[in-house]
DNA sequence: ATATTAGTTCGTATATTTATAAACTAATAT
DNA sequence: ATATTAGTTTATAAATATACGAACTAATAT
């Protein structure tokens, strides 16, 4: 009983924090600007040219980023290099993708039998 | 030119659709209910009982759960029980957290070159 | 038939997120 | 000094997410 409370507060915040790395993982723009930096350190005119969104809407998500501590700034002269500060985040975002990989073979093979059960029924 | 083009349409709903597992993780209350599922297959009894919050809002986490497909429900007489349906979300969790992890252990090391640096001025 | 219990849906209020344009700051070049 | 470019901030509108009480549905028990 007094154990189980405590645990629950204590877990409280880790959940909290866990779910707010999430959230910055839970826009695709985010996510495929996470990809591009997968491949190392690119600024913002690099991203801008493969995203297809204006500069204030990029500055806007690469603050949600910065603000979860998954990237970091770096400024030189006149642009911003953004980089990963947290490499776990790259396995953290291919077992999401494993996930979703997991799900399409799922409903893949729930409609493969629900064209069975058609096929039986005529 | 147009290699990239083709590959970011079809990457795009790739990225919608793995935002929306990450979205159907950025709640604390549906971390623990998962946490709570790894142990096995539970009913909406069994988690109101941990979780501090009323059925209603816990109906309303679980169908976010099964919206994303990773939780399923089986009916018995008035209980619902209901379980994992993507296993390897276990994985991707331990995962986010192992990044928690990381981010705090970058944060402790932080800190003390911060104090390191104020002791230095003194 | 009625009461009880498990769970969902609805109505509503509130908070958060997002997109976008416009104004802004800061560094560099002319 | 002025213009240009990179990036941020602000203001605003729209969309989405959340909480929670109340009304509801469905299964079971009396």
Sequence with gaps: MAKKKEVSIKNKTIYE?????????SHPVRLEILDLLFEGEKN???LL?????????????L?????AGII?????????YVSL???KIKDACHLVRGVLLEKMALEEKQNMQLI???RAQR
Excluded: M, W, Y
């Excluded at 603050?63 to 603000?67: E, F, H, I, P, Y």
């Design 85 to 87: 500060s947290l490499p």
């Design 44 to 46: 913002s005119t690099d």
């Design 72 to 80: 970091q700034a770096r400024k030189e002269g006149v642009f911003q």
């Design 116 to 118: 069975k059960e058609l």
């Design 17 to 25: 924090l866990q779910a707010k790395i999430c959230s910055a993982l």
């Design 49 to 61: 040219e493969v995203l297809d969104i204006p500069k204030a809407n990029l500055s806007q998500h």
């Design 63 to 67: 603050a949600v980023l910065k603000d």
